[in-house]
């Protein structure tokens, strides 16, 4: 299998090849420099890789949710690479990404991930490691307040907590820190972690047309009210 993984959805802006069980990758963390870095990232990648984009069986996209632009950036990038390759994309949340990365990393089977929305508020994702070692989402991915999170009460002790979301909001951290059983170090999205969930969706047909493209934003405005603090 030979995927081309990209996110620019945080900070970090991350590019991952795969061809076979041989992965490249770059990573760079820098704030508002993904439309400088990521063109000659995936260049690199692919020449170090000694591979042109008709080669690839597919693009797997992180499709958020995250930073607005940081999404549009690489879905543009995504799209502009599939046209020009005949490829499809595969859309993978760049929440699950985390997920993966603190199952593989740190063995965790139970993961919240929160990033911050901004409005005070955070992007939430709760993931189940699944037989196969790949994260499942349990509920929908949804935008959470900095208070109680039902789920992490229900089942104290099970997840461990990942993402830059918890630093951004002390207060969300201190409201389930009695339910949390692990703080993970993982704070950011990583491409090479949108690969194994990448080839078990493709290998499922869940890959799109780019066209058909649809970014996971999950707020469809920043026109509105920031939501309040606390519980």
Not at 89 to 101: D, E, F, T
Request: hydrophobic share 45%.
């Amino acid at each position: 299998m030979k995927l081309l993984a990209l996110d620019t959805s945080s900070l970090a802006c991350s590019v991952a090849l795969q061809i076979d069980d041989e992965i490249l990758d770059r990573h760079e963390e820098q704030a508002r420099e993904h439309t400088r870095l990521l063109v000659p990232m995936i260049q690199a990648v692919l020449g170090e890789g000694e591979i042109t984009l008709p080669e690839l069986d597919a693009i797997v996209l992180g499709n958020g949710p995250g930073s607005f632009i940081g999404m549009r950036i690489a879905a543009s990038v995504a799209q502009g690479l599939a046209f020009g390759g005949g490829l499809r994309i595969v859309p993978v949340s760049s929440l699950l990404a985390v997920a993966a990365q603190v199952m593989a990393v740190d063995g965790a089977t139970h993961v919240a991930v929160c990033q911050d929305a901004h409005m005070n508020e955070v992007y939430l994702g709760l993931y189940e490691r699944d037989e196969d070692g790949l994260p499942v989402v349990l509920g929908a991915e949804r935008l959470h307040g900095q208070g109680e999170i039902g789920e992490l009460a229900n089942h104290p002790g099970r997840f461990t907590a990942a993402g830059s979301g918890w630093q951004r909001y002390p207060a969300l951290l201190e409201a389930n820190k009695s339910t949390i059983a692990a703080k993970s170090t993982v704070l950011l999205p990583s491409a090479r972690f949108l690969l194994p969930s990448g080839r078990a969706l493709l290998e499922c047909g869940a890959a799109v047309e780019p066209q058909d493209l649809v970014p996971a934003y999950l707020r469809q405005t920043v026109a509105q009210r920031p939501a309040p603090t606390g519980p």
